[in-house]
């Protein structure tokens, strides 16, 4: 904290009330943890109907009559709509992108001419109970004639509609002269590389409930999350009402990893419901519906080749990768494929370089951002390629990779490259430095020792290292209204959403920190685009780095206010006040007992005479601004042991180091980054939605979608660093949500290969126990062969 003594008048509080830093007891858990909060499938209205939704059964096919007569017959139907029901209503559309041409591969809330995967909805049914809107549903009648499903995003593009194809665009990057990089290389390093498809899987299904009020002629939706205000926006645009009569109100959520809170045809659909049949309409998904309808993600191949010098130091980088999205582009539109383009180079110098990214439509459920988005898919092919690069020059690894790093010196670190629209500008970093500090915490030598006598013993053992750089702080803006009532009790009304990583504790504890007050007396009101115009939600590692900046900005004009009007209370100068347990004194300790800021409150308050003269009430507005993203980074490492018999892949260890700018909460970090490696290790092993030859899923319960378990997770050690503070916001910060699942498969991977004794052995994730057999069958025949030529060799002797 501030030297109260040197500070400025806005900044002065105790160093004794600094709370940023401290891992405090999180204020969201108190309802949860009573069995009291809130989900969507708590919300209830009287007179409500329930909607069921009637899913494709065909990956694609053109659509040639639904028939839903027999359903309207069943008692207790109110309503049964097919597409030509809501061929009204447009598509729903994608957010902000630089990328042209994808408005007509959007989405409609219910199918029209065709399908495109197996979930797509295709009508719903509204009945006064779930059972019957349940049964109801198995009564309409879809005449679908199939067409061929593509089902490989490499295979050639086919017709999506006359004149497009399901190619509807190829993301270009590049910088400097490629060409000579590869002409002047002493090797040519390549590797294809894939990363399988899986996806967030939240512990809460999606839900929606929406009623419309005609006595105030607005309509409610309960069950948003992530971008409230944005999906307000465009839904209200959809229906063709003014934003400001449509309110979306975010309850507890039970996991949102990326997948939760997009704008889904589902929402539209409960919210024309309601408008149209004049009663509340509820919906909530099955977990059936969840793993064939909400986002998938990840599923990409790549082709990269590094042009290196006989030092392995790299030339220049070309990838081509192919990036399956899925029957339409929904409302993240190119992102994951533009992140992966503009970010795959993470904490190495690499003077020249050449992406394209094939987006294309594939027949299966369409995919968006899954927690580390475009990072964990390029952390994979880029730590596979250093390690490819080691193995060819014949240097260590570590040493590979920091030959390669960008210096500390060098910060910040401009790259001819965008992603999201934003220019790619490392804000700060010591890589080499907090690579020193993990081999130091792992204790790396003694280890590699360890490992090395476990092996003459016979065991499969072996240990990855994976850097990365994440990204976080998305702009360009956000802002909080801060307000001090007369009884002392301070509330802060935040456009942020709350998915579970605790942000209402991380902005209370900022805004405690500026005001000097216990934390726990902050009321964080999140979550209601009634009570505020804007926000941001709660996406990309944002909301710390963005809102929590816009909550620091409102509490210095808090503080500024209330020492002005204190200073009149107690006959002092203003710029020697300071504040402590909500009470503002003098620092030349005079004996008098001080204003709280209740007391300000009230003295500003509009009824009362002392307010003349001053804008009347103590509260403010922050808005904070930023123009680019700022950049934590991390390094992982995974100790590993193979099963010979079943190909089961042991956890041994794992240890993540985590640079984030400046800890708010170290515990909620800490609790993130073990949170996101689960997420991580989960696609790097076990997790993945397949597909047969005709584009039927096979992973549609959690018999045949494997989700990692407690009992997978290894031990977790985790370091938190502060060596880099962006200089890109006042406090420092830098986004911890995403770094604990950002490298995971790639130190997994380079684990693997290390016990195998095999390098560049794994080449996609995740990486299944048939595969580790089919590894341990290759190297022994490999083994035999060189043992057979050896033996040859002696007998020609």
Known sequence: MVDPDTSTTAQRTETADAVIGKSVTRLEDDALVRGEGCFAADVNFPRQLHMRVVRSEVPHGRVRDVDASEALQVPGVIAVWTGTDVADIPPIPFRATTVQGLEPYCQPILAQSHVRYVGEPVAVVFATDPYIAEDAAALVRMDIEPLPALMDARDPPQEFLPGLNTEPTVIRKGYGDLESAFSAAWA??????????????PLECRGAIARYDASRDVLEMHGAAKKSHWNRDEMAKMIGRAPATVHLYEGHVGGGFGVRGELYPEDVLVCLGALRLRRPVKWIEDRRENLLATNHSREQYHSINAAIDEHGHILGIRNRFFHSQGGYVRTHGPRVADMSAGLLLGPY???????????????????????????????????????????????DPIEIRRRNLIDKSEMPYTRPLDALGVDVLLDSGDYDGLLDKTLSRVDWKTLRESLNNRRQAGERVGLGLAMFVEKSGLGPSDMVRL???????????????????????????????????????????????????????????????????????????????????????????????????GVIKSLDDDGKPGVTLAQVA????????????????????????????????????????????????????????????????????????????????????????????????????????????????????????????????????????????????????????????????????????????????????????????????????
């Open 188 to 201: 040519v390093v390549s590797l294809d590389l894939s990363i399988g498809r899986h996806s967030g899987v």
């Open 349 to 395: 110098r690499v003077p020249a370089y050449e992406v394209a990214g094939h987006y294309r439509l594939t027949n299966k459920t369409p995919a968006a951002t899954y927690r580390s988005p475009g990072r964990y898919e390029t952390s994979f092919v880029r730590e596979r390629l250093m390690d490819a690069i080691a193995a060819r020059t014949g240097v």
């Open 483 to 581: 307000t001090v009532d007369r009884g002392g009790s301070i509330e802060l009304v935040t456009g942020a959403g709350s998915v579970g990583q605790g942000m209402q504790t991380a902005l209370a504890q900022i805004c405690a920190h500026e005001l000097g007050v216990d934390y726990r007396k902050i009321r964080v009101i999140k979550g209601r685009t009634d009570q505020i115009e804007f926000g941001n939600g709660a996406h990309a590692s944002r909301v710390t780095v963005m809102s929590g900046s816009a909550t620091q900005i409102a509490a210095k004009k808090i503080c500024a206010k209330a020492f002005g009007v204190a200073a009149t209370m107690l006959g002092v100068s203003a710029d020697r006040l300071y504040v402590r347990d």
């Open 602 to 797: 009230s003295y500003l308050h509009p009824s009362q005479k002392t307010s003349n003269g001053h804008e009347p009430g103590l509260s403010a507005e922050g808005w904070f601004y930023s123009e680019h993203m700022n950049y934590p980074y991390g390094v992982h490492v995974a100790q590993v042991r193979l099963d010979e018999g079943t190909g089961h892949v042991d956890i041994e260890r794992y240890w993540v180091s985590y640079d984030v700018g400046r800890a708010v909460n170290p515990k909620m970090i800490e609790g993130q980054i073990v949170g996101g490696l689960a997420q991580g290790l989960g696609g790097a092993l076990y997790e993945q939605f397949t597909y047969d030859a005709n584009g039927q899923p096979q992973s549609t319960t959690f018999a045949d979608y494997l989700m990692i378990t407690a009992h997978e997770m290894p031990p977790v050690d985790v370091l938190i660093t502060e060596d880099a503070p962006s200089p890109l916001n006042p406090l420092g910060l830098k986004g911890a949500g995403e770094g604990g699942t950002n490298a995971a498969g790639a130190a997994i991977a380079a684990a693997i290969d290390d016990a195998l004794g095999m390098p560049g052995t794994v080449n996609r994730l995740p990486v299944l126990p048939e595969d580790i057999l089919r590894y341990l069958t290759q190297g022994r025949s490999t083994q035999t062969q060189r043992d057979a030529a050896a033996g040859n060799a002696v007998d020609s002797k």
